[in-house]
């Protein structure tokens, strides 16, 4: 990893978390010469840092206005909600007959992962990949973009439930009941209950911006 990239990154995180923080809050602009003034580094890997917190959800990008904390409405999160109960349930029909053992053991050792994480500026990108285990074997390209796009753009919102647990733990259970279910090739139970987990996680996302 380069210099450059280094430090885009760490320029990246820095902002991440003084938006968790609510140190930076929705709404607010986000000035360049501010940030690179204060990082004592030029506007350039700044505004690189800002496209990767653009493509999470984190900010919105407006031409002529600059840079701002994107506001997560629950008109939003219902709309995302929304097309995630049209797309994943197709998804998953079409996936889980093709899993393998490797697809369980890769999955099953993210979730340890998940488990014992206990940095929120991580755990959202974990879910991402298992996400993406659980979805990659489809052979349904343009609804895998979808998806993909879904949990990047909602790295931010799947952050905001993990701060917001009591124990600081991202509760798997349905994770590993699911897993069961397509071991034992119970496909439409496990498509049921994976359901039924985005659906509380939607909800809990909701409940989270009526608070802010």
Same mark, same amino acid.
């Given at each position: 990893?380069?210099?450059?990239?280094?430090?885009?990154?760490?320029?990246?995180?820095?902002?991440?978390?003084?938006?968790?923080?609510?140190?930076?809050?929705?709404?607010?602009?986000?000035?360049?010469?501010?940030?690179?003034?204060?990082?004592?580094?030029?506007?350039?890997?700044?505004?690189?840092?800002?496209?990767?917190?653009?493509?999470?959800?984190?900010?919105?990008?407006?031409?002529?206005?600059?840079?701002?904390?994107?506001?997560?409405?629950?008109?939003?999160?219902?709309?995302?909600?929304?097309?995630?109960?049209?797309?994943?349930?197709?998804? $998953?029909?079409?996936?889980?007959?093709?899993?393998?053992?490797?697809?369980?053991?890769?999955?099953?050792?993210? $979730?340890?992962?998940?488990?014992?994480?206990?940095?929120?500026?991580?755990?959202?990108?974990?879910?991402?990949?298992?996400?993406?285990?659980?979805?990659?074997?489809?052979?349904?390209?343009?609804?895998?973009?979808?998806?993909?796009?879904?949990?990047?753009?909602?790295?931010?919102?799947?952050?905001?439930?993990?701060?917001?647990?009591?124990?600081?733990?991202?509760?798997?259970?349905?994770?590993?009941?699911?897993?069961?279910?397509?071991?034992?090739?119970?496909?439409?139970?496990?498509?049921? $209950?994976?359901?039924?987990?985005?659906?509380?996680?939607?909800?809990?996302?909701?409940?989270?911006?009526?608070?802010?």
């Amino acid at each position: 990893m380069s210099t450059k990239d280094t430090s885009v990154n760490k320029i990246a995180e820095y902002l991440r978390k003084e938006i968790m923080y609510g140190n930076i809050k929705p709404g607010d602009q986000i000035k360049e010469f501010h940030i690179s003034k204060i990082c004592k580094i030029s506007r350039v890997p700044v505004r690189e840092a800002l496209r990767i917190l653009h493509s999470e959800g984190y900010v919105d990008m407006i031409p002529n206005r600059g840079s701002f904390v994107r506001i997560v409405s629950k008109e939003y999160v219902h709309e995302v909600a929304e097309v995630y109960f049209i797309i994943a349930p197709k998804l $998953l029909k079409d996936a889980i007959p093709r899993y393998t053992a490797d697809t369980f053991k890769k999955a099953n050792s993210l $979730l340890k992962k998940i488990e014992k994480c206990r940095d929120f500026s991580k755990v959202g990108y974990l879910i991402w990949d298992f996400g993406k285990i659980i979805y990659g074997p489809s052979k349904l390209g343009f609804m895998k973009f979808v998806i993909d796009e879904i949990y990047k753009h909602n790295i931010r919102a799947l952050k905001d439930v993990f701060v917001k647990s009591n124990d600081m733990k991202y509760d798997v259970t349905y994770h590993k009941k699911f897993l069961d279910l397509c071991m034992k090739k119970q496909t439409d139970e496990a498509i049921k $209950l994976w359901n039924k987990h985005i659906h509380k996680l939607s909800k809990t996302m909701s409940q989270k911006t009526e608070m802010e």
